[in-house]
C-alpha cells in the first residue's frame, strides 16, 4: 500500500513538473499578491456586514490574477513585472534599512544633513562644536557633536 502510494505521488510530480514546465510559476510579486489578499480576506470576515459585499469581489479577482501570472507561458512579460516590484520592494526596504542603521549607531556618531546637497554625514559624538565639511559638494556648516 505504501509502496503503490508513492508510486503515485512520483507519476504526480512528473506530470505536475511537465504541465508547468514553460510556465512563470511563483515568484516574490506572486507571494506578495498572496499575502495581500489573505489580508484582504481577514478585513472582510472582520468587517463582513459593511465591506464584505464589496472585499470579496476583490479578493476573487486578485486570486485569479495570482493564478494568471502562475500559469502564464509569457515569461519575458512576467519577469519584468517581477523586475519592476523588487526594484521597488528594494526602494522601500533601503530606507528602513538606513534607519536602523543610524538607530544602532546612534550612541557612538551624530548625523547631519548638508544644508546645500543635503548628504548625510556621520560625525563621532563627544567632539563639542566642530566644523564639518560635505565630502559631496565642499560646503561647511558647524554643528555639536
Same mark, same amino acid.
Given at each position: 500500500?505504501?509502496?503503490?502510494?508513492?508510486?503515485?505521488? /512520483?507519476? !504526480?510530480?512528473?506530470?505536475?513538473?511537465?504541465?508547468?514546465?514553460?510556465?512563470?510559476?511563483?515568484?516574490?510579486?506572486?507571494?506578495?499578491?498572496?499575502?495581500?489578499?489573505?489580508?484582504?480576506?481577514?478585513?472582510? /470576515?472582520?468587517?463582513?456586514?459593511?465591506?464584505?459585499?464589496?472585499?470579496?469581489?476583490?479578493?476573487?479577482?486578485?486570486?485569479?490574477?495570482?493564478?494568471?501570472?502562475?500559469? !502564464?507561458?509569457?515569461?519575458?512579460?512576467?519577469?519584468?513585472?517581477?523586475?519592476?516590484?523588487?526594484?521597488?520592494?528594494?526602494?522601500?526596504?533601503?530606507?528602513?534599512?538606513?534607519?536602523?542603521?543610524?538607530?544602532?549607531?546612534?550612541?557612538?556618531?551624530?548625523?547631519? /544633513?548638508?544644508? !546645500?546637497?543635503?548628504?548625510?554625514?556621520?560625525?563621532?559624538?563627544?567632539?563639542?562644536?566642530?566644523?564639518?565639511?560635505?565630502?559631496?559638494?565642499? !560646503?561647511?556648516? /558647524?554643528?555639536?557633536?
Amino acid at each position: 500500500m505504501k509502496e503503490r502510494f508513492e508510486q503515485f505521488m /512520483t507519476r !504526480s510530480r512528473q506530470r505536475m513538473a511537465v504541465f508547468m514546465s514553460g510556465r512563470n510559476g511563483n515568484d516574490p510579486f506572486n507571494l506578495f499578491l498572496l499575502i495581500v489578499d489573505v489580508a484582504i480576506l481577514l478585513l472582510a /470576515t472582520l468587517f463582513s456586514r459593511r465591506l464584505g459585499g464589496l472585499l470579496y469581489p476583490l479578493l476573487l479577482v486578485l486570486l485569479g490574477y495570482i493564478y494568471f501570472r502562475m500559469l !502564464s507561458r509569457n515569461l519575458a512579460k512576467r519577469r519584468n513585472e517581477n523586475e519592476a516590484y523588487l526594484r521597488l520592494r528594494a526602494r522601500f526596504s533601503s530606507r528602513f534599512r538606513v534607519l536602523k542603521e543610524r538607530w544602532v549607531q546612534r550612541r557612538e556618531y551624530k548625523f547631519f /544633513t548638508c544644508p !546645500s546637497c543635503k548628504a548625510v554625514m556621520r560625525v563621532p559624538r563627544g567632539r563639542g562644536k566642530i566644523r564639518i565639511v560635505c565630502r559631496k559638494c565642499g !560646503s561647511s556648516f /558647524t554643528g555639536k557633536s
